[in-house]
Structures are given as C-alpha cells and as structure tokens.
C-alpha cells in the first residue's frame, strides 16, 4: 500500500527509494519478522498450557484457511509459522503438501523454506514424500548450486529407498561435478543412499575413488565417510579400497606437518574431524591384513606420539588412534604405547576422557590383560567417582581384572563399592563378586567370609541363586568351618533382628537360618571357643548364645509382618531342625509353641508346614530325629543358573527330611537326573522304602553310579542298607502320607494333555518286568508315560523308577501311581521333558525293587525315541 | 552416524530438532521426551555421554540450552562434543554472541546452519570459513527477490 502511494513520484530521489525498498523488504522478508516474530511472542506470552493451546489453534485455523484459498504469497511465511507451532509439539500434518509447493516455486526463498519444512514435516511412512521426488530431481538439475544444495540435504535427510533408487544417478552425476561445495553434498548423499539400499552402492564406485585426490577438506571428509560405508557394506568393497591405505596415510601426514592453517585449526589442531575419519577407516582396512597394517605402523605412532592432549580435540584423536592400534594387526610396542595413553586418560581432570579411556579398557582389556592390570588401583580409583556412567565402566572393568593375584584387594575394593554403591548396581555387582569368589578363592575360609559380606551389604538385591550356592558351600565345608559360618551367620542374624533390617536382607537371613539349622549345636556348644572368630580388622566379638536367646530371635523374626514367606519358610524348618540340636528342655519347649502357632497361620503354605511338623511331635515322632538328621554335603552344581533358581525353592523342603539325601546330594547329578524338582513331586514316595541314607557317601555314590554309568553290581544297593544302622525303620506308609503332604505341590499335578501322541518305546524287557514309554509331544516339552507291567509270578516290592537325561534337557517327574507291582499289574509314573536345544532325547533308567526279598537292579538306556519328538 | 539431534532449553523446551533418521513422529515425540528428562536429571559434574537404548548420547550445556546428540555405537563421543562445540561457534559468528532468544526467533537459520555443516548425519565441512560464507550466500540470494519483487510492485522493474 506503502508502495504505490510514494510509487510514481516526479520528484522521486535515492532517498525516497531506498525507504520504499527497506518497506517492502520489511514487509516480504521471508519469513515475514513481524508476523512470525509477534506470533512467537504471543505464544511466549501466554501464561498457562490453555492459553497457549487457544493462540495456537487459532493461528492454525488460520494457516489452514490461507492453505484452502491457495494464498501463494503469504505461504512462506505460514509454512514458518507452522514449523514453529510443529516444534511445540502440536500437530502440523496438513503443511506437508503446502511444503511440496513451496519446493515447485522458482523463488529461492520458497525453496528455502520448503525444503526446510519438507525434512521436518515429511514421514517416509506416507505418500507424500514420493510427491517430492520430481522437484528434488529438478532441483538437483538447477543451475544455482543452492538450489541443488538444497535438494541433496534435502534427499539426504529423508530419502526413502524408492527416492534413493529414483535419484540414485542424478547423485552419482553431482559426484563427478567440479564444484567442491555440490560435490561434498552429493557424497553424504550417496552415503546414505547406501545406507537405505546397498545395493546401489556398485554405481558409485568409480567416482568415490577419486575424491580422495581433492583438497578441500569438506570433499575429502565426505569422501572418507562414503568409502567408510561401503567397505563395512562388503568385502570385495573392502579389498577393493585397500589400494588406498597409502593415500589416506599421506593424507593425514600432511595434515600432522602442515603448519598451522586457520581455516581448519581446531585449538592447535589441524581438522581433527578429518584426521579421526581417516583414522577410523584406517582401522577398518588394517583389521586383519598385515600389509595395510603394516603401512599404517608408522603413521599411527606418529599421531600417537605427536598429538597434543592438553585439549580436547587431541585426546579426540588419541583416542581413535588407540582404538584403531588395537583393531589393526600393529607392533606390540605401539599397543603398549596405546594402553598407556588410556592410562593417561585414566588420570585426566575431564570426566569425558576417564570415561571414554575406562570404556576402551573394557574392549582391550581381553586382548591384553597385563597391560591393562598396570592400571588397576587407577581404574579402582574411578569407582569412587561422582558420575554413574564412569562408575559403572570401572565396575565392569573391575570385574575383568580378576585373577588369583589379586583377588583379595579386589575384592575388598569391591565390596566397599557394593557397600555405598546405588540400588542398580547391587544385583550385578553382587552375582558378579559371587562368580569371582567362586572362581578365584585362595582359602575356603576367604570364600565363606567374602559370601557373607556380600550376603550383608547386597542385601535383598542378591539374585536368588547365591543363597542356594553359598549353601552348597557352607554344607561341603570342613566341620569346624560349618561351626564357623554358623557363628559368623548367627552374629549376622541377630544384628539385623534387633537392628530390624532384616527385611532388607532376606538372602542373609535364608542362608543363616539354614546353616543354624543345620549347625545349631555346633554354636551353641563349648566346642565352639576353640574356634578364632576374630575378624579383618582383628576384632573377635562374638559371644556364644544361648540356646533361648537363639529361639527368641527366631521368634521375633517368625512373628515379623515383613519377611517374604520364603524366608519365614526358611526359618521356620530351621527351627524345627534346631528341635532336634537343641537339649535342654525350655528351648524344646518354647520351639514346639512356635510351631504349633503356625498351623493356624494365614498363609497356607506356612500353616500346611506348622501342620506337618507338629505332627512330629504327635503321631510320628519317632521319625522326628531321623527326618531333620543334618544334610550330607551337597556337590558343587556344575551347572548355570538356570538350573539353580529353583533348587533354592528345595532346600528349604529337603531340609526336613534327610532321607531324601539319595536326591538332594549330588548336585551335578541332579541336574542330569531327577532334576531338584523330583523332590517336590513323584519319588518321594519311594523313599521309605529304601534305607534312610544317613550315611551320604554311599547315597551319592549310588546316584553318581547311576550317572556315569558304571557297572553297578547288585551289591550296591545293601551297602547302603549296611550303611545306614542309625535310623529307625520307619513303617512305609505313614511316612509316605506325611511326606506326601510335605512334598506334593498340586501345580503339577493336573497337566492339562493337550498334545501329540506318538508310538510308545519299549524301554527294558526282562525278568518278566517290561517298561514301556507312552509318548506325547508339546511343544518344546514331552510327556513320557512309564508304563511298569509284570508278568513275573510274584509281586514286586519297593518298586523305584529314576531316570537321568543330559544336561541340556529338563526333568520333571510325577508320583508314580505305587510301589508294589503285582502279577500282571502295572504302575505308571508321568515324566515331563523340556528340551529347550531340541536335541535327540536320550534317557538312562535305574529301577530297583525286591522280588521274594532279593533286591534287583536295572539299568538301561533309551534312545529309541521318534526323531520328530521335538521337531 | 548421528541419528538426531536436539536443542532444547533448561525448563525442557525444545528448540530445535534435527532427525537423520525415519521415526514416526510419535516416537520422535516420544523419545524427544523421555530424553530431555532423561538429560535435564544428571548432574553437572557427569559426563557428557549417556549409554541410551542403543544409541550413545552426547550432550553438552551451553548456557541455557542443552545440544543433544544421539550417535551410533562406533562415533567417537569426544569428537561429537567438538561438532557440538562447532556448531555453536558457527551460531554464535552468525548471530554475534547468540543467545537463546536468537534461536528461538530465528530458529529457521539454526536450521540452514546446522544443514550447511551436517548433512544426512555426517560432517559435510569441517571450515567455518565456508559453512558461513554458503549462509551469507544464501541470504544474500534471498535479499536480492525480495529486493527484486519490491522493486517490481512499486513498478521500477
């Protein structure tokens, strides 16, 4: 309006038209400062979400309805508004095809806009994006090299692989263009074009190579980074480029020995963008060919040597340095020469640098231990350090260092960090000291006390299956180291019932209930003043209870609200084993009222347990001494922890009943052959029939034989018998209803048998006694049906059926339906079979029985199960 | 590579935000959330790299403004804390001493600038020299339509 008022002026001078000109620019400028400015004011002034929501539906209304009336001269300046309104979060969709307008138009400043709104607007996931494909192609075609700058940012951005295929020559065209600042554009698109389809990274070849022969760095950076992608896209691409090493060696010489040149220093640095992308693509050349390597030696060191890393920038190349001499095939030197600069980074004051040096010591430290232990009280230093991100690297690199030497200052080090360190890391941490104490401990003694002050400080955090092996250890130790462990665990225990911290520390308090229970007349005994309870730091005070002052703490921690029912489990079989450690009569006393409340309790599980036991003070207490008899050892289980997290659910059980042991003992049997779930299922029942095993080296040998497959001479099973003078016979059935409400969990009972039958396999015919399998498939697990028939002319007693599979497979079993197997009858047992690995099943079976008083023995092994058992 | 970047202010707000990845813009939305919270947590004296997802995140406070970057697991971090650092000297000759309300008004030419140093993920020019002489190009080309079609609507052309 202002124009064409002053427009035709006879008097018009320069004056009035630069005036008129400033107007219009003000006016036209893209995008428009007054209207987008003061729309960003408006919405910077609204006070509150509402009133900020209401200035911008309103404002978008409005963009909408210029979009409706197709108003082109105001459109650029709409657009802006729109990215604005769009980097607030709220919905801007409907500008895309307006953007793709905005890109047709011939006025640079559209373009400009367009394209800007196109990479922010444009999802590849819709339609519209492949509209743009023509204006890019057209664009790419201009003759201003912005323009075509434009659309290769543009096509780098946000090609899909359809744009990529469509515009993939025009690309390799703008390659060969003289023009460095089109050619480094149309490089990076390349690279991503490669990116998106790598199949068109062939075309590309001939012009890449030769834009290592540039000088500008912009060209020769963008260079770097295509040839980059392709050699890690293939590896003919790869020994394609090998030619080049020399080159890019040059390269980077010239760039170390130039002089300084302003245009690329970077605080005394000459393009160290450019120096670690040839770097990092040396590194990928020289990875496994000692030529390139070779090559590549001398350069290294010298960047090595002569970066200067009081900045920044050169530990940037440091850095990538390091990691390219230890990728490459490089001198042994020049590898000591890069742990030590990591050791530098070590103690530099830039969290950043101690950071990334511990992360690149994570990488090498399995190349190259020894270095990196030289390290070693540096990177202990970093666990103390305020930044989560630094300590959690020197943990994992903690962890690494471990070795015989220096287990125990390791360890010690580790456990003040496990002591102070966050909730996230405690789990981790812990498992991980569990696993090196078991792999690196010097005495047993050391391992015990270190597995109790892990058990104190990781607290509940502790992954399960450290209870189940500490127990493991503790019950395979020396005598006096169980009397030991009980003491040390008693302190514990007590400490944290009267400090009332025991709820944060449920594992410590399983793993001392049970040792207690085990070993509670070692602790209470005078025997126990002989053994030295003096600690690191050569205190000793530990005071000897008395055998009321231990119930009472049970008590107090039986009748605590917070303890999981697992560990109230745990103390509560405990107890009752101590029933049987313990003499005097008040303690007696006072733990029968224990658990006689339990049989009242809410919780099934406990008030089933509190049931049982008191009827071993009732009915069947003439098995009381027999059953809570102390555990045999326990064999370290061979096996991962897959395997352990649920024999920690039957410790707890097996606790009660030692004639179980047969079972329980041998660990890395149990994994091969009952598994440790058979406790809580089928052959307890047969237990009663075989000789309690209070004697376990016979028991164990039994199971071991079993397992590796040793001829075993009927004479195995009445040593046991010999062995075992000290139990009662107990009568079979009772015990077998008792230990049946012990051990039954309904979960496996009722297996809903939804699957494929398959033909039965005979197992073993002799004797006149056949066992068949009847065979259901499922998925990854089979049902195997034991079908017992006798055709024998008298009945088979104590009936056992076990069975062994190797360690990939998981064994469930279920109670078989008897033990006596009649003329003509036939007992069944369900075996349940999961094969994760889905590998040939193969199954050993024992059964033993009497016929006319004689015990008989058998063993076979079946592997004449159908292939398609687990296809 | 880096997958994106994002500018955002200490109250959390967004200024700018790059993506060199596809993600629909839930996601962006959604990830741009989670990791302004995710930053605007740690405290100073942590590093500048952040194990996030599968990405590695890089950032780094420069007055009120938070420059976020997200790079693939082999970038160097310490050399994206220089691009960083570039990138704001380029904004900081472009605008003489930018401030935060500079990008917010101008936050299209935060835009060219980063797009004239970075282009699909990738360092495309390692001169300042040149990134802002393509700027001043382009600006320049801009004044001139403007210039241009004011002249012709007062009819001098």
Known sequence: MNGSESGFNPAFNIATIKQVVNEAIERVRMPTPTRLRDLIRQIRAARTAAEERSVVNKECAYIRSTFREEDSVWRCRNIAKLLYIHMLGYPAHFGQLECLKLIASPRFTDKRVGYLGAMLLLDERQDVHLLITNCLKNDLNSNTQFVVGLALCTLGAIASPEMARDLASEVERLIKSPNAYIKKKAALCAFRIIRRVPDLMEMFLPATRSLLTEKNHGVLITGVTLITEMCENSPDTLNHFKKIVPNLVRILKNLILAGYSPEHDVSGVSDPFLQVKILRLLRILGKNDAEASEAMNDILAQVATNTETSKNVGNTILYETVLSIMDIKSESSLRVLAINILGRFLLNNDKNIRYVALNTLLRTVHVDTSAVQRHRTTILECLKDPDVSIRRRAMELSFALINGQNIRSMMKELLSFLDRSDAEFKAHCSSAMVLAAERYAPSNKWHLDTLFRVLLKAGNYLRDDTVSSTLQIVSSAAPERQAYAAMRLWSSLERSAVSGDATEKQPLVQVAAWTIGEYGDLLVSEASNAISMVDEDGVDDFVRPSEEYVIDIYQKLLWSTQLSINTKEYLLLSLAKLSTRFTTQPSQDKIRVIIDTFGSHIHIELQQRGVELSQLYRNYAHLRPALLERMPAMEAPASGPEARDDSDHDHDLSDASPDHKPDQVADALLDLIIGSDSLTNGDVDHKPSQPPASNNNSSSNDILDLLSGLDLTPTAPSNVMNNNVSAPAPAPAPAALLLDGLFATPAHINTPVTQVDLPTVTALEKNGLRIVFGVQRGGDTVTLTMRANSSASSTLTDFLFQAAVPRTFQLDMMSPSGTVLPPQGEITQVLKITNPSRSALRLRIRVSYNVDGVPVLEQAEVSSFPPELFN | ?157
């Open chain 2, 1 to 157: 590579m880096m997958q994106f970047m994002l500018l955002f202010s200490r109250q959390g707000k967004l200024r700018l935000q790059k993506w060199y990845v596809a993600h629909p813009d839930k996601l962006k939305k959604k990830i741009t959330r989670e990791l302004i919270t995710t930053v605007l947590a740690r405290k100073p004296k942590m590093c500048s790299f952040l194990e996030w997802k599968d990405v590695k995140i890089v950032y780094k406070r420069y007055a009120s403004l938070y420059f976020c970057c997200a790079m693939e697991q082999e970038d160097n971090e310490l050399l994206t804390l220089e691009l960083i650092h570039r990138y704001v000297e380029l904004l900081d000759k472009y605008f003489g001493s930018v401030c935060e309300l500079d990008i917010i008004f101008n936050f299209e030419k935060a835009y060219f600038i980063l797009d004239e140093l970075v282009l699909g993920g990738e360092l495309q020019e390692t001169s300042k020299k040149n990134v802002l002489k393509a700027i001043a190009a382009q600006d320049l080309l801009q004044e001139d339509e403007t210039v241009d079609a004011a002249l012709r609507e007062v009819g001098l052309l």
